[in-house]
């Protein structure tokens, strides 16, 4: 097998595990409503569930460099397709507390594709890698469209949640022989950048203030993917087949924004599109929930928060460029811990003072990346003042 063939091979399966990664993690948001009725939990244990399987997310992204390393990405990658299909499997359980257990190991799972994704595609997108890397995210975001759209057509129709997940086992075991049979490249000539001590990343406090920066956007995105869709049948009484539907729109245009988010940047300024994209979801997203014929705000939201993640961590990485590996690791290990939090208590709101409150608290989320982002913008502008003078 050729060179070029071979690397074809493997940005096609690069490509189809993206899209079933963004299928699989966003299917949750239209079981949310079954899985409840059927344990007969409150919502703060599902929040709780969320909250777990966050937990092997960070886990699995935070130790999975280090085991790549040492066994390579195809073994991370063909380990995270062997621990999600056993999981799958295993969702026929009558014990909620299982239950969460299978969604954290998923979760590891995903962790998993996380890590040898993006590390496989630093090695094999060489010839143009800002344009492959920006097509291997949009396989995401179709998949991330897809997944609920599934998910609520299959669940008006009458079909259990398990189902679901079931019908997806098919593509995976498919895409676990594409990698048996893939040859994967050697890690040669990566430049590893230098890892600055610890106590230097701790004490710094630009990092903390994007801790807080990105934990928020994080918040405020899975937090409507995760609960848009309950919000919507339980307080505007839609069924599963419409409301999967806002949901799918929302990561339709999710993905176009993804796509021009990097044009914007460079147009606007990378803060300046942090300011104006969290204005215009926050107003988009408050239209949506005091106007009760205007859902479609919500769907609208993805276009403009789709700009945050990406452009965050652009911003890190030119704030840090000696030390990226170790500054990364902390600020997105931190930033994925207040989204587990802040997801466990959006499910604590719900029960204590409802749906309407909890889903409102989402609000809360672009708040507080303004509040942090205002403090690091003058941190960023009075060290860039420093160093010029």
Known sequence: MSNNTRHTFLIALCFST????????????????????????????????????????????????????????????????????????LLDIKSFPLLVLLFFLINIGFGCFEISLNSLGAQIFLPNPAVMMSFLHLFYGIGSTIGPRYAGALLFQGWPWRYTFYLVLLPLFLLVVMIIFARFPKLEGIYLSRRLPLGEVFSDKKIWLFVGVLGFCMVFEIGIGNWLINFLQVVRGMNENSSSAYM??????????????????????????????????????????????????????GFFISFLFPTVISITIRTFPQGSSSVMALIITAAGAINMLGNWIIGRINDFFGVFAGFSAVLIAPLMVLLFLVFLHKKLSSASGASAA
């Open 18 to 89: 993206m899209a079933l990664f963004g299928i699989l993690e966003n299917i949750k948001g239209a079981v949310i409503p079954p899985i409840r009725a059927e344990f007969n939990v409150p919502y703060s244990s599902i929040g709780l569930l969320l909250f777990i399987s966050s937990g092997g997310y960070l886990l699995a992204v935070f130790f999975g460099g280090l085991v790549a390393e040492r066994v390579g990405k195809k073994s991370v990658l063909a380990t995270g397709y062997c621990i999600i299909i056993l999981a799958i499997i």
């Open 248 to 301: 799918s729109i929302f990561f339709l245009v999710f993905t176009a924004g993804r796509l021009l988010g990097g044009f914007f940047a460079e147009k606007l300024g990378y803060v300046q599109l942090i300011f104006l994209a969290v204005l215009a979801s926050a107003l988009l997203f408050s239209g949506g929930l005091f106007l009760e014929d205007a859902s479609i705000l919500f769907s609208l939201t």
